[in-house]
């Protein structure tokens, strides 16, 4: 009896000792993990981000790029790490897209994650240079089919959500052109600009700056709604294309096996930070649109487009590069 009773008592003690530690969370510094360049656009929210978080938990926020193998190197880093909440990563369309294509993972795929939250998303916008004589897509699109009309489109590298789309967007309407591939959408943009390619597929934030300065002309965007600094500029689903509706997402995931109680307070704490005013206000200036999701409707948001992009994937035939 004696044994049971230090038994029971050690037990209880257990018990008591594992909401207390939840309810501290956190209590030293969050590492955020950002698996793409420093500079980029993810890198840019995770700091405006994290800044805030930073004074609602009061510990230090801690962003670290970990960029290379599309991915794979900074999210592998984070699988590896311990499931307590205190190191989480950032992830996007491309963290579904190397689960589908990359057969040979130095983790376990998506199921080696438990999502937290949504964040934001920037809708992708197809333009052309302002001097241009495509006024709308429409023309794009007879033009492009006219025989030895070569024209082309720019977006960031292969397999990624910009490519996914823009080959969508020739297989739904019919678009002929051809894929030149950069390192960044707004290199894509850029070439553009210069007379190289003839209209460019990428994130709203990477050519804002450039369509704000009139030097280059929005024809369409990809999202099921008309997005608001682009309010004279129809969706594709408006133009009859209802299937290409893409946009490029990202949230926050944490490895598998962390506490429940702890992922609540992360994803609390991430509304919480994206509710604030300011950080909205910068969030947009940058041409992303804050769009919070909590666990369970960011892990739909997940199947959903898991199912989505393998579809398209698997009917475009792409392949890993």
Request: net charge neutral; aromatic share 8%; glycine share 8%.
């Amino acid at each position: 009896m004696k044994i049971l009773a230090t038994a029971l008592c050690a037990l209880a003690l257990a018990l008591q000792a594992a909401p207390a530690g939840a309810a501290e969370f956190p209590d030293k510094s969050v590492r955020i993990v950002v698996p793409f360049p420093a500079g980029g656009a993810a890198d840019t929210f995770t700091r405006l981000i994290g800044q805030k978080l930073s004074a609602i938990w009061g510990q230090p926020i801690i962003v670290e790029n970990k960029p290379g193998a599309g991915t794979v190197i900074g999210t592998a880093a984070v699988a590896k790490s311990a499931p307590d909440g205190y190191t989480l990563l950032i992830i996007a369309n491309s963290f579904l897209i190397n689960d589908k294509l990359q057969k040979e993972l130095p983790y376990d795929g998506v199921k080696a994650f438990t999502p937290v939250a949504m964040l934001l998303n920037s809708p992708q916008v197809l333009a052309v240079n302002a001097e241009s004589p495509f006024m709308t897509f429409a023309q794009v699109l007879a033009k492009s089919r006219e025989p030895g009309a070569n024209l082309s489109y720019s977006t960031v590298g292969p397999n990624t959500s910009q490519n996914i789309g823009g080959e969508l967007l020739k297989a739904r309407t019919g678009m002929v052109a051809t894929y030149v591939p950069f390192a960044g959408g707004a290199m894509a943009g850029n070439a553009v600009m210069g007379g190289h390619v003839t209209m460019v597929l990428t994130n709203w934030n990477e050519i804002a700056t450039n369509i704000r300065a009139g030097k280059l002309r929005p024809l369409a965007v990809t999202t099921r709604e008309r997005i608001e600094p682009l309010k004279d500029t129809p969706t594709l689903v408006e133009l009859g294309y209802p299937e290409v509706d893409v946009d490029v997402w990202f949230g926050v995931a944490a490895p598998r096996g962390t506490p429940d109680a702890v992922l609540d307070k992360l994803s609390l704490g991430f509304k919480q930070a994206l509710a604030d005013p300011e950080v909205q206000k910068q969030l947009m200036a940058a041409g992303f649109y804050p769009d919070f999701q909590g666990r369970v409707e960011f892990a739909r948001k997940i199947a959903s487009q898991s199912q989505f992009l393998y579809k398209i994937i698997d009917e475009l035939g792409i392949k890993a590069q």
